[in-house]
């Protein structure tokens, strides 16, 4: 459940198209010491990679956190470790927008025409 405490971030980063294999190989890693460091927390509620078809090597992260999750990222020695690897591949600096929701729908899983209807 998302409350008003809970922040988002727009995450993008640029790296040489040909290296996209790499980054979703190192993007797994993250997401792997993410399950060990971050998850059993409940406080990452939504964490996703997006690759930008329209623009080889451009890749954007939609991260959803509880307050509290969003202090805490990337502080895992793991996380901090793999994520240095994928900013030595970077082509340019990245860019991180801060979020607040307002309405949200769905957090992960699909949404069907009742989901969130009081019954």
Not at 10 to 33: C, L, N
Request: hydrophobic share 35%.
């Amino acid at each position: 459940m998302s409350t008003a405490n809970d922040v988002g971030w727009v995450y993008t980063f640029w790296a040489d198209p040909d290296k996209d294999a790499e980054i979703v190989q190192i993007m797994g890693e993250i997401f792997e010491a993410m399950e060990e460091e971050e998850f059993p927390t409940g406080n990452v509620i939504t964490y996703t990679l997006y690759r930008v078809p329209e623009e080889p090597g451009k890749w954007v992260m939609f991260e959803h956190f509880t307050a509290e999750g969003s202090e805490l990222h990337a502080k895992g020695q793991r996380v901090r470790e793999i994520g240095l690897r994928k900013v030595e591949m970077m082509t340019k600096p990245y860019t991180r927008m801060r979020m607040e929701p307002v309405l949200t729908r769905g957090l992960g899983e699909p949404i069907s025409p009742t989901a969130g209807k009081l019954t």
